[in-house]
Nanobody
Framework: QVQLVESGGGLVQAGGSLRLSCTTSGSIARMRVLAWYRQAAGKQREMVGSLTRRDNVSQYADSVKGRFTISSSIDMKTQYLQMTSLKPEDTAVYYC???????????WGQGTQVTVST
């Protein structure tokens, strides 16, 4: 059974940085998409960014482009979201997400709260 567990959320001042981690356990295909989503209070969940391991292509939402970076450990057991120049509007629950290329199986983490204060 595949499980994703996030860590690293918390309270940070505007302009600060934070790094989220998502640890994968269980048997999962190496070729997959790694992504981060977020959901602010009263809003729909939105994709922050994604990384396709097959071709190492990453893409980001316009709102975080140039500030956030997705990466993973070499063994792909952990994915990261490095967040810099944080803004109050980045406040949300952040979720890691993975999808296997061949099976289409999808997995979600439980979410971690990020709060950016002014």
């Amino acid at each position: 059974q595949v499980q994703l567990v996030e860590s690293g959320g918390g309270l940070v001042q505007a302009g600060g940085s934070l790094r989220l981690s998502c640890t994968t356990s269980g048997s999962i295909a190496r070729m997959r998409v790694l992504a981060w989503y977020r959901q602010a209070a009263g809003k729909q969940r939105e994709m922050v960014g994604s990384l396709t391991r097959r071709d190492n292509v990453s893409q980001y939402a316009d709102s975080v482009k140039g500030r956030f970076t997705i990466s993973s450990s070499i063994d792909m057991k952990t994915q990261y979201l490095q967040m810099t120049s944080l803004k109050p509007e980045d406040t949300a629950v952040y979720y890691c997400y993975q999808r296997e290329d061949w099976t289409g199986n999808e997995y979600w983490g439980q979410g971690t709260q990020v709060t950016v204060s002014t």
